[in-house]
């Protein structure tokens, strides 16, 4: 089965830090494109960073210079990287992947701010 798992969202003060994890099973991460994205409470799901499967990335204007993303892939694991955290960040965050070439299984790991989830609160 393919899933995707969030975590490392927590509370942290402005300026602060934060690594968020994105561990995938039933296939090899390495294998395929991913992006995070970020919902807050009344707001649409926000595409923040894109990493794809040949190391180029992506990252939204707003933030762009703060956050960074990185794979481990003996973890089969994608990290979020947040740095100089803002109010504005607080979301919950979600990862998505897509299907590798030649994936022929079902695939339910693509929809944006689907899933758990991992709480990022940014307070002032």
């Known amino acids: 089965e393919v899933q995707l798992v969030e975590s490392g969202g927590d509370s942290v003060q402005a300026g602060g830090s934060l690594r968020l994890s994105c561990t995938a099973s039933?296939?090899?991460?390495?294998?395929?494109?991913m992006t995070w994205y970020r919902q807050a409470p009344g707001n649409e799901c926000e595409l923040v960073s894109r990493?794809?499967?040949?190391?180029?990335?992506f990252y939204a204007d707003s933030v762009k210079g703060r956050f960074t993303v990185s794979q481990d892939n003996a973890k089969n694991t994608r990290y979020l990287q947040m740095n100089s955290l803002q109010p504005e960040d607080t979301a919950a965050y979600y990862c998505?992947?897509?299907?590798?070439?030649?994936?022929?299984?079902?695939?339910?790991?693509?929809?944006?701010?689907r899933g758990q989830g991992t709480q990022v609160t940014v307070f002032s």
């Open positions: 998505a992947a897509y299907p590798p070439p030649g994936f022929g299984g079902s695939w339910s790991a693509a929809t944006p701010c």
């Open positions: 039933g296939f090899t991460f390495a294998d395929s494109d």
């Open positions: 990493l794809y499967r040949d190391g180029t990335s």
